[in-house]
């Protein structure tokens, strides 16, 4: 590991395992295709990325710059067309959907603009239930979901439905149920697009709150102030990285 001598690099230096590589793409493509088999659009034109356990990542660009083509790549949601991703060192472009479907669940922890909870359920059950398919025990499951739900400081809210939190505790119990799978890392697609600004500076404060206690997170966003708080900023353009900016010294808890 590169040695760092401010003390604003303190929290990441006691991060577990902070700057292991945790993703790697090489030459990674996306080729949407008619169905006559023509090329309709290449939407990732052989992307080279490399984020090191711990990083706060921003993806930025135009709309069609290719940033949800990216996410769903590195969130295994879909593989590329050539190329290679490996997460954790673990090949994904070859995994079948099965394959594919039990890494994303295990790996990958989604936060999107829109909440998606269960109206039906509670908040402990919302955040219990995907925690189902990978074969946890209901009292590891409930215990697992109760550590998350006060880590987003809603211990005190379990038995509620989502209808009667407001959009930023329901926003935080979608962050509850991504981490309550331990994933590797948390992706978030424009996680404060539905938000007041004060609710979401809320939840960005719980980003930085988490970057610093050593999660990756990879968030798309529109917004550079958001962007700002990153570590890291990709700009994509056209299917590419335009440009990679690394703020070097930026403090995890956004001071620095
Ligand atoms: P962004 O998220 O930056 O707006 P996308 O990754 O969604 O960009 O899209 C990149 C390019 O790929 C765009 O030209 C878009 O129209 C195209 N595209 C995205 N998804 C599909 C799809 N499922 N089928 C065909 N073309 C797609
Ligand atoms: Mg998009």
Redesign the pocket.
């Known amino acids: 590991m590169t040695t760092l001598t401010t003390s604003h690099d303190q929290a990441l230096l006691t991060a577990p395992h902070w700057g292991d590589p945790v993703a790697t793409l090489r030459g990674v493509t996306k080729i949407?295709y008619k169905p006559d088999g023509s090329v309709?659009?290449e939407?990732l034109g052989g992307v080279d990325l490399d984020i090191p356990q711990g990083q706060y990542l921003a993806i930025m660009?135009?709309?069609?710059?290719?940033?949800?083509?990216?996410m769903n790549l590195l969130g295994c949601l879909d593989r590329p067309t050539a190329g290679t991703y490996a997460l954790q060192g673990q090949p994904v472009a070859e995994l079948d959907d099965e394959s594919l479907s039990h890494m994303r669940g295990r790996k990958i922890g989604f936060i999107f603009q829109a909440f998606n909870l269960i109206s039906q359920l509670t908040i402990e059950e919302n955040v219990e239930t995907p925690l189902l398919y990978q074969g946890i025990s209901r009292t590891a499951r409930r215990k697992r979901a109760i550590e998350a739900l006060e880590l987003v400081g809603l211990g005190d809210r379990l038995g509620h439905r989502p209808s009667q939190l407001s959009g930023g505790q329901q926003q935080r119990a979608a962050i509850a149920r991504a981490l309550a799978a331990e994933p590797v890392i948390l992706m978030a697609d424009e996680p404060t697009g539905n938000l007041d600004s004060a609710t979401g500076e809320a939840i960005l404060k719980l980003f930085d709150d988490l970057h610093a206690k050593g999660m990756t997170i990879i968030m798309?966003t529109h917004d550079d102030s958001v962007a700002q708080r990153c570590e890291r900023v990709l700009w994509?353009r056209d299917?590419l990285i335009e440009s990679d900016v690394i703020h070097r010294h930026k403090t995890p808890g956004g001071s620095g």
């Open positions: 949407y309709l659009v939407a660009g135009a709309s069609g710059s290719g940033k949800s083509t990216l798309v994509m299917g």
